[in-house]
């Protein structure tokens, strides 16, 4: 089971630096995303870390959001997000992926509790 934290309330331009912890090492053996979801639009895959430590963004967040991985613990993915701006207020969520077709799916249904972030001055 997955459940993430660290959101807040932040002033266009600060940080927040989310975590995503799970039972297990689920995190060594997938490759897992950060995704993001605001009211009536789907879930946007914002970041991911593959199992080898290779990460990729979505071109609204490169330059200003990390993911990593706590290879200690196998346990925690996290996302620190920087320059926020008011176009990330959205709730946060992490997921493991599956790779189809060169493409990114969300590999579990339970997505478990996510984290409001809101950027607002």
């Known amino acids: 089971q997955l459940q993430a934290f660290g959101g807040g309330l932040v002033q266009p331009g600060g940080s927040l630096r989310l975590s995503c912890a799970a039972s297990?090492?689920?995190?060594?053996?997938?490759?897992m995303g950060w995704y993001r979801q605001v009211p009536g639009k789907q879930r946007e895959l914002v970041a991911l870390?593959?199992?080898?430590?290779?990460?990729?963004y979505a071109d609204s967040v490169k330059g200003r959001f990390t993911i990593s991985r706590d290879d200690n613990s196998v346990t925690t993915v996290y996302l620190q997000m920087n320059s926020l701006k008011p176009d990330d207020t959205a709730v946060y969520y992490c997921n493991a992926l599956r790779r189809y077709s060169g493409d990114y799916y969300p590999k579990w249904s339970n997505w478990g509790q996510g984290t409001q972030v809101t950027v607002s001055s």
């Open positions: 297990g090492s689920v995190f060594r053996i997938n490759d």
């Open positions: 870390i593959t199992s080898g430590g290779s990460t990729d």
